[in-house]
């Protein structure tokens, strides 16, 4: 299935993840890296970035695009909040921060950021048949969310983040009590309006996101922060929070380093955050918040995967597609059948990828066979595939390169009967990753093939998810199937030499 990545350049830190998704299932994080970066630092003071942030900003992008970039990912969004809104060279930092990420920074209103950690809190949480006050506390700007039933009903940003309310209010250690006086009303002056504006009467739960409510929730519930992801789904009541705020803000920073679930860099903006936090529990009236270790990035890429993106780098494109069927058409080839058995192929290889793992592009090589692999009927019916492989091989394919369409031949070649064997002087040719990505489309190119044997397309569409040790492949049909089933089981004998892994068919309605 696909893998993205997700970049969030926030006030107070960027971070990276790269996920693989499928259908129905959780996103399957691979890689994740944060560094704190203080980009809010120099804004909320000067109004500009300095050259020291962007420069740190570009190193710390830079490196995140290495991680990210070795998982074959197919798409990436990068997002830039509220600092970089702030700021008066915004068009600095977006030159030099996408040209060290090797990808376009975008910057995002406060609307679009709320709606990106709706999606991650869904997609981590989802929250069905419930009124959920979403409540992510930023380095330069909070966003709340009023949630019900799975859907947001109506987000807003304020600027209540907490390196910038630090900057602003707290400049003494310990925090005097006037600064934290004048801090607490500002941020009541700042939530005046929002409970009215969300208009519900009672909600069924609270959710903290970001690093603020995950420091707050280990605190009270004594976690450690090497271990903040344990928090996930603990709450924390608003007394105790209450009483945690008090509790630091009379604190210097070295003490407060030194409080459970806090570390040395949150212990410098941790009591303007707990200030946030406390104050929206208490102007809504709640009693308590959970956390939820979804966020930004969980958003991108649940947002990413929604929308299909990349999908294509896996198939066919036009003028491809128009050549592999010119050919298939030259060769006398049923092209509704072809058709079905590339639609059916490509579907089997993104829902497989958590096996096969191989790059997008090789869908279009297993898409390309499927359109050729019956061509060797135009010489003779015995051996067919044996002659597809020839004609391929000996054809002028536009669109792919000459390994290309060599792979693409010996795809036909065992698409039936025997599988590659080092007696094979055209498997022999290929290089060994050449083998081994054969070794693994071949089984699919079977597949489709055989979902399709009758020639009647009588299977609408193929679902596979792999649990319990598994394959399970759900046809989508209206039509009695049964040839199709017994094919198929049979081509999920090799399926299983090659994978390790039985396939289970399970027809469902078209």
């Known amino acids: 299935m696909p893998r993205y990545a997700a970049i969030d350049i926030g006030s107070n830190s960027i971070r990276m993840m790269a996920a693989e998704t499928s259908p129905g299932t959780p996103a399957r994080i691979l890689a994740q890296d944060r560094q704190v970066t203080r980009l809010g630092d120099s804004v909320f003071r000067t109004g500009v970035l300095s050259d020291d942030a962007i420069s740190l900003a570009c190193e710390v992008l830079a490196r995140m695009a290495e991680e990210y970039k070795r998982l074959d990912v197919v798409a990436v969004r990068a997002v830039a909040t509220a600092a970089v809104r702030d700021t008066r060279n915004q068009d600095v930092f977006l030159e030099r921060a996408s040209r060290a990420l090797g990808a376009p920074v975008e910057i995002i209103p406060g609307r679009e950021e709320a709606r990106l950690i709706h999606l991650g809190v869904q997609s981590r949480w ?23 039933d799975c859907r947001m009903r109506d987000a807003i940003s304020k600027q209540l983040g907490a390196v910038r309310l630090r900057t602003l209010f707290l400049d003494s250690d310990p925090p005097a009590p006037q600064q934290l006086h004048r801090m607490r ?56 929070i209450r009483k945690l705020y008090e509790k630091l803000g009379t604190m210097p920073l070295a003490e407060r380093r030194k409080v459970t679930g806090i570390g040395p860099s949150r212990a410098e903006i941790i009591v303007a955050g707990t200030a946030v936090l406390l104050s929206v529990l208490e102007a809504f009236g709640l009693p308590s918040v959970y956390f939820s270790v979804a966020g930004v990035r969980d958003g991108i890429i649940a947002d990413l995967a929604a929308r299909g993106v990349g999908g294509e780098l896996s198939g066919l494109s036009p003028e491809q597609r128009k050549e592999v069927e010119n050919l298939a058409r030259k060769y006398g080839v049923a092209l509704a059948h072809a058709r079905k058995v590339a639609e059916l192929a490509h579907s089997l290889f993104d829902s497989l990828h958590p096996l096969h793992g ?17 061509i060797g009927h135009y010489v003779n019916d015995a051996g067919h595939h044996k002659h597809s492989y020839y004609l391929v091989a000996n054809s002028d394919l536009s669109g792919f390169t000459a390994r ?24 022999q040719s290929l290089s060994p990753e050449e083998r081994r990505v054969l070794l693994l489309l071949a089984p699919l190119l079977r597949l489709a093939d055989n979902l399709d044997r009758g020639h009647e397309q009588r299977i609408r569409g193929v679902e596979c998810q792999v649990r319990n040790g598994q394959v399970v492949m759900r046809l989508a049909s209206a039509d009695d199937i049964d040839l199709e089933q017994w094919a198929a089981e049979r081509a999920g004998e090799v399926f299983h030499q090659v994978y390790g892994t039985p396939i289970v068919l399970e027809k469902g309605r078209a």
């Open 126 to 148: 989802p929250q069905p048949g419930k009124r959920v006050l979403i409540t992510d506390i930023g380095g330069g700007s909070a966003e709340l969310v009023a949630a019900d």
């Open 185 to 240: 009303g500002y941020i009541a002056e700042r939530l005046a309006g929002v409970p009215a504006r969300f208009g519900v009467a009672s909600w069924d739960r609270a959710i903290g996101t970001s690093a603020t409510a995950a420091a707050v929730v280990c605190a009270v519930n004594r976690i450690p922060r090497t271990r903040r992801d344990e928090a996930d789904r603990h709450r924390a009541s608003t007394a105790q």
């Open 358 to 374: 191989l790059a997008p592009g090789y869908g279009k090589l297993l898409q390309a066979s499927a359109f050729l692999h019956d």
């Open 404 to 427: 290309e369409r060599e792979l693409i031949a010996n795809l036909c070649r065992y698409h039936r009967k025997a599988m590659p064997s080092a007696a094979h002087p055209n498997f």
